[in-house]
Structure formats: C-alpha cells, structure tokens
RNA sequence: GGGCCUGUAGCUCAAUUGGUUAGAGCAGAGCGCUCAUAACGCUUUGGUUGGGGGUUCGAGUCCCUCCGGGCCUACCA
C-alpha cells in the first residue's frame, strides 16, 4: 500500500470560485484522492482558504466587516460549497491558522539564518486616502505611451506597455480614487531564490514526466533574462502572519506581514498540522522525510498561474530551510476553462460559479463534464450545447440507462433477486476479456493523471455493458433458455457494482447510489474481473434505483444559457 | 517588445514522441433490436492536419516563414 499525499492549489477567499478554478485544481485532485482511495492506499488530501492579500482587505471592507471575520465566514461558504461538490478533502486549512503562523515564521527564520533573506529599501506608492501602499496595479492613471485613461501602475491594458507606477499621469488609487499619493519609503524582505537557481535548475531536470506546461514555466523563469530573482516576501499590510525570525522579534519588520505567496505553499504543511491536531494523527510522517515521509508520493494540482511558486518560490523555501522536508513528486498543471467564446469572469460575473452550478444541477453531472473536457493540453471551452449533449449522452443514455434496462428488465422476469442458474459462455468471456484490457487501460491513465483518457476509457466501459446486453438479448433467452438468461441478468447486476467501483472518483452521488440500489457495500477494486462480477451472489436483494441521471431538456439549456450570459446578480 | 503553448472531421479531442491507409466520441445518414430514461447495438458519410516553403527513404510530428487563438512577463492572487 503506497502513501499518497496530494495538494490542490488553495483557493482565495475573496468569493466563490468559478468552474474554471474549479477544474484547474480542487477537481482533479479529488479524482486522483478518490482513486488512489479506491485502490486501496493511504492517502492524504489536503487543501484550505488562502486568506492573506489586498483582494482580501479590500473584499472585506467592501463586505463592511472586519477582515478576520470575513475571512472566517468566506472560510464557511467555500467549505460548504466543496463539500456538496463532493471534494473529499481530509482537511480544508485556512491559511490565517495558528499552525500556519508558526510554521511561516519558523521558515523565514530558517531561511534567515541560512543567509537566505536579505533585507530591501524600496519606494512604494502610499495613498493617504486609503491608509495603506498601493500594490502597482492598484494605481490607475493615464498611460504616457498611449494616453488611455484608466492604465494600471504595472501596465496598460490599451497598449499593453508595461509602466510603472510612477510613469502614470495624474495618477490616483484604484481603491477610492483619491489623487492624495506620495511615494515613500519602506523596507521589505527578499529571498534569494537566486542563490538557489543551479539547484532549482537541476531539480526541474529530473522531472522529465512533468507536463511540458509546468517545466517550461519554470525554465523561463530560470533563464529569462538575468535568470531567477529574488522575490519580496513581506508587505506592509494589516492582515497576514506578522513578519518574526521565528519566535523572536524582527527588528526593523514591526508592523509587516509576510507576502501571501510565501505563507500559502506553507499551508499545505500547516494544514496537515491543523488535519492532526483535529484527527489526533501525526503530522509529521506525511511532510518530514527523517519522520516518515521518505515512501510518501506527492502530487500537486493547480492551474498554470501558479506554477512559478510552485515550481520555484516554495522549492526555494523549502530548501533553502535545510531541513528535510518533503518535495513535490509530481506537479500536475491545468490549463484555463473559458466560457462560451470568452474567459470566466469573477469581477464581471461572468460563467457559472459553484454555488449556481449546484443551484441548477447536482455536482456530477458538473465533475463529469469538466472532467471528461479538463483544459490539459491547452485552454478548452465550456458550452452549454456541449454540456447538454454530452451529458445526457453519457450519464443519462449510456450509464444511467444501463442500470434502468437491467434492473427493470430482473424485476419484471425474475423480481428484486440476483437470480440463480446459468453458466458464462463464449459472450461472457469475451466481455470479460474487454473489460480486463479496458480496466488495465483505466488505470494506467488515471494512474498517470491523463484526466481526459481516463474518462474515455471509463465510458467504454459503460458501453461494453449495453454492447454486451444487446448480444446476449436476455430478453430472447429467457424464452428458450431461462437459465441462460439469469445468469446473463446476474452478469448485468454484478456490471452495476463494477461500474459504481470504477465510477467513484468521477461522480461519487451517482456510484453510492449505485451500489445503494445494489444493496452492497463492497467497493472492492477490480483487480480480477471474474472476481469482481460475481460479488453479487444469486438470491442477493436489490432494488431498482430512480433514474440517476435526468437529461437536460432543450428549455434549460436555453435558460441557463440566457441566464449566466450576463452579470451576476 | 520578449518567452512559451496552441491550430487536426460540423463540434470536443487522439495519434505509442519521425514510421503502413491520421483515429475516437458527439452531431448527420442507413439498418437492427424492443429489456430500458424515444433509450441501446451495428454499419456508414465527413480531413490538402491554418497557408506556403524546406530537411528526410518517410513529416500532423523537425526547421523557416506568414496567418489565427491563448498564457506568462516577477508588487493581483
């Protein structure tokens, strides 16, 4: 039994997360957490709220509340929303925890001591309006180059220069308009990621079975230019983890709170500190490779905007600590999901977001769809036509249909009862024979995390089901040969189980209703199919399920189509 | 501006990393079946692989060029 630790990237908590986080991230990390379950190994999947930032300040005084209460609130609603979507988090953190505190400013104290830190005057635009520094893209101003209005202080979205904020003409904040703006001085925290550039550069070397997305980020970063630079770390803000060298003060930092990138990688590890502190587990042994975690695998999920931190930033951390902890194994990335012709929008409303997704459908028609279309090798694109279509295409005619036409056919000819007789002949070995190879080929991808293929196999797994009925014609045998035709029936009851087994990491509601229907609890892996089809064993009670899939009427798909075109309400 | 990714059938995607005649699913057409959510199965029509040039015995795959789409570019996260 292997141990598998598996990360999803955090999601900020400044609101609900669209379907196109949702796919980059929580989502396949839950169907890699749910398979790896399902094969019977040990497995810890973690992820948590990154609560630290502006976008978080600001969220909350827009919400009119204090930031540690919004944050807690926002904390509540993700959690909830993650777990109607079925994601089988371990623990859900939130980056603002105790654990998460200690543990970032015992890296920055570490890194310290390493001569890993190195301390940086700079000058930062501070509006007095507002009371805080402006981060460049919070100032907006007129672009010299192209005399757009409402250029931002890190670039002009007109002409796409990129400026900085002192270049702006009557430049003012983003945050109230204010022009009340002076450029003062403040001093920051830099990791030397440069210092540690030849061993990030042969780290990424050894990882030729990472997607090509997520080396060739790194490698950018390595070489662009001058190579990897030093990154600041702390930032003059109220809400975040105050900026010590461990336990101990840190003169001249008083007041600062460490940069949102730096503590939120260090959550994965604090929420595994916060997972067993609630659970009365060890820690340790999934994170400290002299405590445990040498046989550990670790994977991480995210979309490709955050693999520079991931394959650099938190490397260097970690590192750079000198101590022994565990390293990433394998870093899946995601492409961008994009709705109907344009991106997903938070700040405009635009696509659908998880709570309305749930509002309208339960989440595995959502999990199958995104899954079975996961953005892996380059940006793809959510349709309400194509999701209507292949869902009920799927779901509903080639799954849920299955399970209807097998068990109403036993209830009618032989009633709630895996019936008894028969014996397998040349069609059920055959089946057989498709389902092993088939099987094998679905582990294989999903073993490899090839999220898409795996759903394809899956379905021809379904297939083979409606292939087989529609030759065996248990409805013909049973005529001539009753026997016969219970056992092609048994088979058929047996296919729903295997299916149910198979189908979890996809669409779990569906698989435990499955195996509800089929009175069982065995969720026993495949590894022999023969084996596995004859679990239910002749005279065992089942009952016939509601239908587990409704299709998507033409009505609701225009509807819906209408209604998430424009702003959200 | 620079870097990276990408363009394959009406649609969504494959193609064992340069190797036979470019494959699946959906949609379309035809046939079969009648257990089933008008479902299922079988057969079948669709491709100058964005355009052009080159390397090679051989190119969807490598090189050059042009055209289109996307991402990143270090103080949003």
């Known amino acids: 039994m292997a141990r598998i630790l ?3 990237a955090l999601p900020y908590i400044n609101g609900i997360k669209h379907l196109g986080n949702l796919v980059g991230s929580q989502l396949p990390a839950d169907l890699f957490a749910r398979y790896m379950r399902g094969r ?12 630290h930032g502006t976008p978080a300040e600001l969220a909350a005084a827009k919400a009119g509340k204090p930031v540690a209460e919004y944050c807690a609130e926002l904390h509540e609603v993700q959690a909830d929303i993650a777990r109607r979507f079925g994601l089988s988090f371990d623990h859900f953190g939130r980056s603002s925890s105790p654990q998460n505190h200690r543990l970032t400013q015992h890296f920055a104290g570490v890194l310290a001591e390493n001569g890993l830190i190195r301390e940086v005057s700079e000058k930062q635009v501070y509006s007095r309006a507002d009371g805080r520094f402006l981060p460049d893209r919070y100032i907006e101003g007129t672009c010299p180059n192209c005399g757009y209005d409402k250029a931002r202080g890190d670039q002009c979205e007109n002409c796409t220069k990129q400026l900085d904020p002192t270049d702006l003409i009557d430049p003012r904040s983003a945050i109230s308009g204010s022009t009340d ?9 830099y990791l030397r990621q440069s210092a540690l550039r030849d061993d990030l550069d042969k780290w990424i070397d050894t990882k030729t079975d990472w997607p090509i997305l997520t080396t060739s980020i790194a490698r950018k970063w390595l070489h662009d230019g001058d190579g990897l630079q030093d990154r600041g770390i702390t930032r003059d803000l109220d809400w975040g983890i105050p900026v010590r060298k461990g336990d101990q003060d840190w003169p001249g930092m008083e007041g600062k709170v460490f940069y ?8 994965y590890i604090a929420c595994a500190a916060e997972w067993a502190e609630a659970t009365g587990n060890d820690w340790e042994r999934w994170w400290r490779t002299d405590k445990g975690a040498g046989d550990v695998r670790y994977v991480q999920f995210m979309g490709k905007d955050n693999v520079p931190f991931h394959t650099l930033s938190f490397p260097t951390t970690l590192l750079g600590s000198g101590e022994p902890w565990k390293m990433v194994d394998h870093l899946k990335s995601f492409n961008y999901l994009n709705y109907d012709g344009g991106q997903f929008s938070t700040s405009q409303g635009r696509g659908v977001f998880m709570d309305q997704a749930l509002d309208i459908l339960p989440a595995d028609y959502w999990r199958w769809w995104l899954l079975s279309h996961a953005p892996e090798s380059s940006d793809s694109e959510f349709t309400w036509e194509n999701f209507q279509q292949s869902v009920n295409k799927d779901l509903a005619d080639v799954l849920g249909n299955f399970v209807s036409r097998i068990t109403k056919f036993c209830r009618s000819k032989f009633g709630e009862t895996v019936p008894d007789g028969g014996a397998y002949g040349a069609q059920e070995e055959t089946l057989l024979s498709e389902l092993t190879r088939r099987i094998r080929a679905y582990e294989g991808h999903m073993d490899a995390m090839e999220v898409r293929k795996s759903a394809q196999e899956l379905r021809a797994i379904w297939v083979a089901g409606n292939e087989y009925l529609q030759s065996a014609a ?9 026997d016969r035709a219970a056992m092609q029936v048994r088979l058929g009851l047996n296919l729903i189980r295997l299916y149910a087994v198979l189908s979890a990491p996809f669409i779990p509601a569906a698989s435990a209703a499955m195996l509800g229907a089929m009175n069982t609890q065995d969720t026993g892996w495949p590894d022999d199919v023969a084996d596995a089809l004859s679990t239910l064993p002749a005279g065992h009670a089942f009952t016939v399920p509601d239908v587990l899939f409704a299709k998507i009427t033409d009505e609701q798909r225009e509807d819906w189509e209408n209604r998430f075109s424009g702003v959200r309400s």
């Open 6 to 8: 598996i990360t999803s």
């Open 40 to 51: 019977g190994n040990e497995v810890l999947f973690l992820c948590a709220t990154d609560e």
């Open 181 to 189: 703006l002076e450029v003062r001085e403040t001093k920051h925290l």
């Open 260 to 267: 949102v990138w730096f503590d939120a990688p260090i959550e």
């Open 474 to 482: 248990p409805w013909s045998t049973i005529k001539e040969d009753p």
